[in-house]
C-alpha cells in the first residue's frame, strides 16, 4: 500500500532537488528537439538508466496564471492532451498534494497507456513559482494500465525582466515508463510530448 509521505519534508528534498538541476551548466545538456518557439535538451539522469529532459519557451503570461493550469487541480485535465484521468488522493498543507493520473498511448500505442502517483509541491521561486513533483509508492496499480514513475520533476516560472505579461517557462522531467520499450520509441515520445505541451498550454490560456 505504502503510507502517506511527509509533506514538508518531501516537498523541501524536490524542491532542492529541482534547483540543483535549473543551475546545471549549458555545456551538460545536448539538443533533443527544437521548434520555433520550444526547446528540449537532455542529459544522462543520475536518478535511472534514461535522461534528464530540460525544455524551455516563452508563454503570454503570468506565472501564477500559468502554475495554475500547470499543476494539479481543476484546469489540468481540460487541456493537457496526454493526460486522460487525475484524482487528487490527499491534500497537505501549504500547496502539497499527491495525485492519481494516467496517461493516453502514444507512438501508435507502442508505448501502452501508463499510470503514476504523484506527490506534487508548489513553491515561490525567485518572482515567480516552482510547481514540482516525484512519484511515490502508494496503492496498486490498475489492470489496465503500467505503472510509471517520475523521478523529481518540475517546472519553474518566471517573468521576463522586460515584459513581465510574459514569463519563461522551464520544465525538467525524468520519467520511467517501465515495460518492455525500446529506448528509441521514448526518446522520440518525451521530445515529441514536451513540445507538444507548450502549444496545448498556450492554447488554453488563451480561451
Known amino acids: 500500500m ?47 538508466n534514461g535522461f534528464l529532459y ?14 495554475d493550469y500547470i499543476r494539479p487541480g481543476p484546469y489540468r485535465l481540460d487541456w493537457d492532451s496526454l493526460m486522460t484521468s487525475m484524482d487528487i488522493v490527499e491534500k497537505f498543507d501549504q500547496g502539497c498534494c499527491m495525485m ?28 515567480g513559482l516552482l510547481s514540482c513533483g516525484v512519484s511515490i509508492e502508494y496503492g496498486e496499480a490498475g489492470q489496465s494500465c503500467v505503472r510509471g ?32 520499450l525500446p529506448q528509441s520509441a521514448v526518446d522520440s515520445a518525451m521530445a515529441s510530448t514536451l513540445t507538444h505541451f507548450y502549444t496545448d498550454l498556450r492554447k488554453a490560456l488563451k480561451i
Request: hydrophobic residues 30%.
Open 149 to 180: 514513475v517520475n523521478h523529481p520533476c518540475g517546472w519553474v516560472c518566471v517573468p521576463q525582466k522586460d515584459n513581465p505579461d510574459h514569463s519563461l517557462l522551464t520544465g525538467y522531467i525524468q520519467t520511467d515508463l517501465r515495460g518492455m
Open 100 to 127: 492519481r493520473y494516467t496517461t493516453a498511448g502514444q507512438l501508435w500505442n507502442i508505448i501502452a497507456p501508463r499510470e503514476f502517483i504523484d506527490f506534487s509541491s508548489t513553491t515561490e521561486y525567485q518572482d
Open 54 to 67: 530540460k525544455t524551455e519557451g516563452i508563454v503570454e503570461e503570468t506565472p501564477n496564471r500559468i502554475v
Open 2 to 48: 505504502g503510507s502517506l509521505p511527509d509533506a514538508s519534508v518531501l516537498s523541501t528534498q524536490i524542491h532542492n532537488t529541482l534547483v540543483s538541476y535549473h543551475s546545471i551548466g549549458e555545456e551538460e545538456w545536448r539538443v533533443a528537439k527544437k521548434t520555433k518557439d520550444v526547446t528540449v535538451w537532455r542529459k544522462p539522469s543520475e536518478e535511472f
